[in-house]
């Protein structure tokens, strides 16, 4: 079952946009689903635009596959399915998976996280940039500090146009390389996106 948005009030929420509509809240910024408008319009509707790509979501089933069989499960949780992280006020966020440190007390709840988890990955900016001057690197590097400031300690990105994936921590320098690096996400658990896709016989 997906994970609704929760949002704060927010004084920057446009004008006639359903709430239902909004995918997060940053930094006390509604934050819409790409696409939002062509709703609105009645052009499109509200599932057309809030699913995940057949490419998008090939990317994230394969990662959580491999970071299932992979990871330390008996230490660490691993989540997807645009788990709801809360913040604080005015900083609801969603990961398309996310490993949580289980000895943190993690407490599992119909509610969202609202405690950190150890690793974020995202696959694809999922909002409308506008509030970012149009430009999908304002939002990723934003919603990117504002998860290593609550405690995570990796957030890797992993975009489709173009072919990249973009890793950021607390203590190294962001890097951003190609779909072929060798990426450690966590522990002695290595990602390599290339290899992973041929593997399963996919073209990229």
């Known amino acids: 079952m997906s994970v609704a948005v929760a949002t704060a009030p927010n004084k920057r929420r446009k004008s006639g946009v359903p709430s239902y509509l909004i995918y997060e809240t940053l930094n006390g910024r509604a934050l819409y689903y790409r696409g939002y408008r062509d709703v609105t319009t009645g052009k499109k509707t509200p599932a057309e635009i809030m699913g995940s790509s057949s490419l998008q979501a090939?990317?994230?089933?394969?990662?959580?596959?491999?970071?299932?069989?992979?990871?330390?499960?008996?230490?660490?949780?691993?989540?997807?399915?645009?788990?709801?992280?809360?913040?604080?006020?005015?900083?609801?966020?969603?990961?398309?998976?996310?490993?949580?440190?289980?000895?943190?007390?993690?407490?599992?709840t119909d509610k969202y996280f609202n405690v950190p988890p150890k690793i974020a990955i995202e696959v694809d900016v999922r909002i409308e940039p506008e509030e970012f001057s149009g430009k999908e690197s304002g939002y990723m590097y934003e919603k990117t500090e504002r998860l290593l400031e609550f405690g995570?300690?990796?957030?890797?990105?992993?975009?489709?146009?173009?072919?990249?994936?973009?890793?950021?921590?607390?203590?190294?320098?962001?890097?951003?390389?190609?779909w072929d690096a060798t990426v450690l996400v966590m522990d002695d658990v290595v990602l390599n996106l290339a290899a992973l896709l041929t593997e399963e016989g996919i073209e990229f």
């Open 58 to 108: 090939m990317l994230v089933s394969l990662i959580h596959g491999f970071l299932f069989t992979h990871i330390d499960r008996k230490r660490y949780l691993l989540a997807t399915n645009e788990s709801g992280i809360h913040l604080d006020k005015g900083n609801n966020l969603s990961n398309d998976i996310a490993i949580f440190d289980k000895s943190i007390g993690l407490t599992l």
């Open 152 to 178: 995570v300690e990796t957030v890797i990105w992993i975009m489709t146009q173009p072919k990249k994936i973009f890793v950021a921590t607390r203590t190294a320098p962001w890097l951003t390389q190609n």
